[in-house]
């Protein structure tokens, strides 16, 4: 990832995305995708959509929780499929 906002894509903010909503990225890597979230309104409404995502399935109850989980993924996969 590059260092300089002007060249962070959405394609890189996508990729380490898991990390960043994981606090696991270094300060200067969290600081670029902040910039970026703040330019691109379709990586914040992602981000956004992601965080809500992550908060409706951690209401699942646990023996729910990876049926639902594999469906979610499965339709996601269906929908970027479609994108390409």
């Not at 379709?42 to 929780?65: F, H, K, W």
């Amino acid at each position: 990832m590059s260092a300089d906002v002007e060249h962070l894509t959405c394609k890189e903010l996508v990729e380490v995305l898991t990390n960043y909503l994981e606090d696991a990225l270094e300060a200067d890597e969290r600081a670029d995708i902040e910039r970026h979230l703040v330019i691109c309104r379709g990586c914040s409404n992602y981000v956004e959509q992601m965080r809500s995502t992550i908060g409706l399935l951690g209401r699942i109850p646990d023996d729910d929780g990876a049926v639902h989980s594999e469906k979610l993924l499965s339709m996601f996969g269906e929908w970027q499929a479609g994108r390409a």
